[in-house]
């Protein structure tokens, strides 16, 4: 099975940083790699799929990029809203793997 | 709009069975596979399995670790999916999240993603 592995695991920044946060998987996905938002109580939000492509709705300032075993999204001015666990996924093979998440805390 | 309502998760006891569904609207079931993905208390997601559409036979992907105890199905009449869980155990308490699987196409290529959840049912197995 394909691991996806994300660092770090908890992040804390402030309002208006830029925020990156990397996955890793364990053999080549292309750029069959989605990006999710998890807020506490609310249902998972897809923000991007095919490693860069922005869902749409989804605000300009998240970002995605990469392709192969490394990956990265972005914030690049982060707002209040944006506290939230963060997860990546491959879509490569068919057992859609989840990294184990990124905690994004705000200062 | 697209919507998925999960149901069907409670208290159970270790070594019984219970089975979730999960109901869709606002787009036409059958023309999209489904995903079960499930949260356990402090823990992160982990990816259950999900079931293809007729077109592609129906047939299923699981997680390696729950094959043999979990069964995804689907009633596209109904437009319900669900996941029977048998032999539970204390481990698999979590929140379960249901997803339509989303065909997105970029650069003459075809990407799945998880583009709708439900709001995700709790199962608390414990005696």
């Known amino acids: 099975d394909i691991q996806m592995t994300q660092s770090p695991s908890s992040l804390s920044a402030s309002v208006g940083d830029r925020v990156t946060i990397s996955c890793r998987a364990s053999?080549?996905?292309?750029?069959?790699l989605n990006w999710y938002q998890h807020k506490p109580g609310k249902a998972p939000k897809l923000l991007i799929y095919?490693?860069?492509t922005l869902q749409s709705g989804v605000p300009s300032r998240f970002s995605g990029s990469g392709s192969g075993t490394d990956f990265a999204l972005s914030i690049s001015s982060l707002q209040p809203e944006d506290l939230a666990t963060y997860y990546c996924?491959?879509?490569?093979?068919?057992?859609?793997?989840f990294g184990q998440g990124t905690k994004l805390e705000i200062k | 709009e697209e919507q998925l309502v999960e149901s069907g998760g409670g208290l159970v006891q270790p070594g019984r069975s219970l089975r979730l569904s999960c109901t869709g609207s606002?787009?036409?079931?059958?023309?999209?596979?489904i995903s079960w993905v499930r949260q356990a208390p402090g823990k992160g997601l982990e990816w259950v399995g999900f079931?293809?559409?007729?077109?592609?036979?129906?047939?299923?992907e699981k997680a390696a670790s729950l094959k043999g105890r979990f069964t995804i199905s689907r009633d596209d009449s109904k437009s319900i999916a669900y996941l029977q869980m048998n032999r539970l155990k204390t481990e698999d308490t979590a929140v379960y999240y249901c997803?339509?699987?989303?065909?997105?196409?970029?650069?003459?290529?075809?990407?799945?993603?998880?583009?709708?959840w439900g709001q995700g049912t709790l199962v608390t197995v414990s005696s």
């Open positions: 997803t339509r699987i989303g065909r997105y196409y970029y650069d003459n290529d075809e990407y799945y993603s998880f583009d709708y």
């Open positions: 606002g787009f036409t079931f059958g023309d999209y596979a």
């Open positions: 079931i293809r559409i007729k077109t592609y036979g129906g047939t299923t």
């Open positions: 053999q080549s996905i292309g750029d069959y």
């Open positions: 095919a490693a860069s």
């Open positions: 996924q491959q879509s490569y093979s068919n057992t859609y793997t």
